[in-house]
């Protein structure tokens, strides 16, 4: 469910190049919204635009053509892309903006047909499983005064996603094993629009891991719908054990991190390969959405209360220093008081490391939005609230207890006063960041996020002994770090760093 609007980079990646004496090649700017499987088809769109002679462009507002990106997972995620959408649209009557609007994604697949009926000013169509040739599409359309509509089957093959234009910074990426879904979730539509499970080979994985590791990305992160349910569609057998050896062989991979794991399918070999490969860290994203009986019923979700507590027991018993991290729903059709106290009193006992919240949302299309006992929008903004409040001094005291700690963290970039790090405990993008201060409140060079090549100067780091000074002389965004852990900041962290 984490997303988030991100644009264009810098197009220090973009392949294509201009010589004075050539026309001025198709201008081309990206908003990509939603989650990080959104974020990697945004990804394939500009490698393939890139490829085919375009220049990839942060400035939206002046580009050719600008390609939204959208989700349409929850009712506030399909409001964020409608108003994109028609922001785009907007920058079409300025002679110097955009002379055609793309809408790629969840919202074009799913309802591609409404987005025709309703907004005509957009000037393409295009759903997922459709972005083969994309970039001599776009050539074609800004000759063609006619709309292109392109939504066909979301079963389309899930292969190795490479030639990409990295759109993370280049020290990690995501790397989506499979596609679609076979859960039977009653509160996701998720499955009829981008449709039933599809594992990516592992020589494919092997292919597009090397690819990444060779740009310069150091850390993993495995996405998926389903990341449990790997291989099953392909031999009948479970494999996401055999990927992560898979993943972790590449020479120069340094980190492997998990998102998306389905409890029901979560087993013992999975759980020993991650206590066992030493490049597999030991993070796990594990959406649980509920621990009452009650709920996890009409929920669809095919482990039941028990079954749900012993599994997370034996992660914690197993995997040493683990972080696990959770989402859980509040007001689906028919939680009761009771139901939500038992939610409210598991967190409380179980105290999960990372932990979001998210109210229902009425989807069409699930089995859910034909549930009748609806919860009332004010009660289900009460227990979120409540629910994270609880969750709040948890967080706090876990912490405060990492006070003294020393671990290896990665410089993910710089906010003018502070160097933004994280530990192998914080996934980029959804979890609390470690503050790295900058004595002089801002570095000699100012480091830019997206710039790989500026260094970060730590010599005028006050309290360091001259070992330390040499030691981190010049730390390039990117590195990992070894650091102290000095003090906590609500969510945040404060360290310095330190020879090991």
């Known amino acids: 469910m984490n997303g988030k609007r991100q644009e264009t980079p810098s197009p220090q990646n973009n392949q294509s190049s201009e010589s004075s004496d050539d026309p001025k090649p198709l201008s081309v700017g990206m908003i990509s919204l939603g989650c990080p499987k959104n974020l990697v088809d945004s990804e394939m769109i500009l490698g393939d635009v890139s490829q085919a002679g375009g220049q990839i462009t942060q400035e939206v507002e002046s580009a050719d053509i600008v390609i939204v990106n959208t989700c349409s997972f929850i009712d506030s995620a399909k409001e964020e892309s409608v108003q994109t959408i028609l922001e785009a649209c907007e920058m079409k009557k300025d002679p110097q903006g955009p002379k055609k609007v793309v809408v790629t994604g969840c919202m074009a697949q799913r309802y591609g047909d409404d987005l025709k009926r309703e907004i005509p000013e957009v000037d393409a169509i295009i759903g997922l499983g459709q972005y083969d040739n994309i970039g001599n599409h776009l050539f074609d359309l800004m000759g063609d005064e006619k709309a292109y509509y392109r939504v066909g089957d979301p079963d389309f093959a899930c292969n190795a996603e490479v030639g990409r234009l990295q759109l993370t910074p280049q020290h990690f990426a995501y790397l989506r094993i499979s596609e679609g879904c076979d859960n039977p979730c009653t509160f996701c539509a998720i499955p009829k629009f981008r449709g039933g499970f599809r594992s990516k080979p592992l020589h494919d994985i092997r292919q597009e891991v090397t690819e990444l590791v060779d740009r310069g990305v150091e850390e993993i992160v495995i996405i998926s719908q389903d990341t449990t349910s790997y291989g099953v569609d392909l031999n009948g057998k479970y494999q996401l054990p055999q990927l992560l050896e898979t993943v972790a062989s590449v020479p120069g991979v340094r980190w492997v991190r998990i998102l998306y794991v389905y409890p029901a399918c979560f087993d013992d070999s999975m759980i020993q390969a991650i206590a066992d490969i030493p490049q597999v860290i030991p993070y796990v994203d594990i959406p649980l959405q509920h621990i009452s009986e009650n709920m996890l019923r009409r929920m669809g979700r095919r482990l039941g209360e028990k079954d749900t507590r012993d599994l997370l027991w034996k992660m914690r018993e197993r995997i040493k220093d683990l972080y696990l991290r959770t989402t859980f729903i509040v007001g689906f059709p028919g939680e009761t008081e009771e139901d939500f106290q038992a939610l409210l009193n598991y967190v409380q006992e179980f105290k999960f490391e990372r932990l979001g919240v998210f109210p229902y949302s009425h989807e069409e299309d699930t089995p859910a939005f034909k549930m009748k006992e609806t919860c009332d929008e004010a009660e289900m903004q009460n227990r979120l609230h409540e629910l994270m409040m609880a969750q709040q001094p948890i967080a706090f005291a876990q912490n405060k207890k990492r006070v003294g700690e020393k671990t290896l963290a990665v410089i ?29 409140n801002q570095a000699r060079q100012e480091p830019s996020k997206s710039s790989q090549e500026t260094f970060i100067d730590l010599s005028s780091l006050g309290n360091s002994s001259s070992s330390e000074l ?31």
């Open 412 to 440: 993910d970039g710089h906010d003018g006063e502070n160097w933004l790090a994280r530990s192998y405990g914080e996934a980029p993008e959804i979890d609390p960041i470690i503050y790295i201060p900058d004595p002089r």
């Open 470 to 500: 040499e030691q981190f002389q010049k730390v390039k965004i990117g590195s990992f770090v070894p650091v102290e852990i000095t003090a906590a900041k609500g969510y945040d962290l404060i360290a310095r760093p330190v020879v090991k």
